[in-house]
C-alpha cells in the first residue's frame, strides 16, 4: 500500500481493509503504487481515462469504513451519471452510496445500534494537491444527511453558559 495511499498516514486502519486490498485487480495495485510515489501526468491521464481504476480506488477509500459500521443492505455503488473526470482538472469525481443497517453496537461514534436502515451517500474526488503536488482524495460525506437517519439531530449551535458573562461597558463619550 503506497504511503499516500487511500487511507492515508494519519488514519486509524478500518477492520478489513488488508482483505479488500488483496482483492483489487493488480493494475489497480500497480497505479497505487505509483501515484503514492510521484505520479507523472500520464499516469493522472490513465486513471481519469479508466473507471477500471477510479471506482476501485474511492471504493477501497471508504467500504471498509462503512462495512465496519453498518451490515450492508445495498453495497457501495457509485452514481455513474455524477461521476468521472472533473472538466479542466486531472482530478476524478466519484459519487456513492452505500446502504445498510446500524446494528453495529458502539462502532459508529460509540452509538448503542438503533436496528435503522440508512443510505450514507457521498463523494470521492481524487487527483494532484496543487500545493504539494502529491496524489490525494477528499472524501465528503453526508454526515447530516446520516446523522438525521439515525435519529439523532444537529443544531450547529455552538455551546454557551447558563451563566450570563458581563458585558464590557461602552466608551462614555463625555469622559477623557
Not at 446494528?103 to 460509540?110: Q, R, S, T, Y
Not at 453558559?161 to 463625555?174: A, G, H, Q, V
Amino acid at each position: 500500500m503506497p504511503r499516500t495511499g487511500p487511507v492515508g498516514d494519519s488514519w486509524p486502519r478500518p477492520p478489513g481493509l488488508d482483505e479488500q486490498v488483496a482483492e483489487l485487480d493488480p493494475d489497480v495495485g500497480a497505479l497505487l503504487d505509483v501515484l503514492g510515489d510521484s505520479p507523472t501526468d500520464d499516469d493522472l491521464e490513465l486513471l481519469r481515462s479508466d473507471d477500471r481504476l477510479w471506482i476501485p480506488i474511492a471504493r477501497i477509500d471508504v467500504r471498509p469504513w462503512l462495512v465496519s459500521w453498518f451490515t450492508a443492505t445495498a453495497d457501495w455503488q457509485i452514481e455513474r451519471d455524477l461521476s468521472g473526470p472533473i472538466t479542466g482538472t486531472s482530478s476524478v469525481g466519484v459519487a456513492w452510496s452505500y446502504g445498510g443497517v446500524h446494528d453495529v453496537a458502539e462502532a459508529f461514534n460509540g452509538l448503542p445500534a438503533t436496528g435503522r436502515e440508512v443510505v450514507v451517500r457521498g463523494d470521492t474526488v481524487m487527483g494532484m494537491d496543487r500545493y504539494d503536488c502529491r496524489f490525494r482524495l477528499w472524501r465528503y460525506v453526508d454526515w447530516a444527511g446520516l446523522y438525521a437517519q439515525l435519529g439523532l439531530a444537529l443544531n450547529w449551535r455552538v455551546p454557551v453558559s447558563n451563566t450570563p458573562s458581563p458585558l464590557p461597558r461602552p466608551p462614555d463619550p463625555r469622559e477623557p
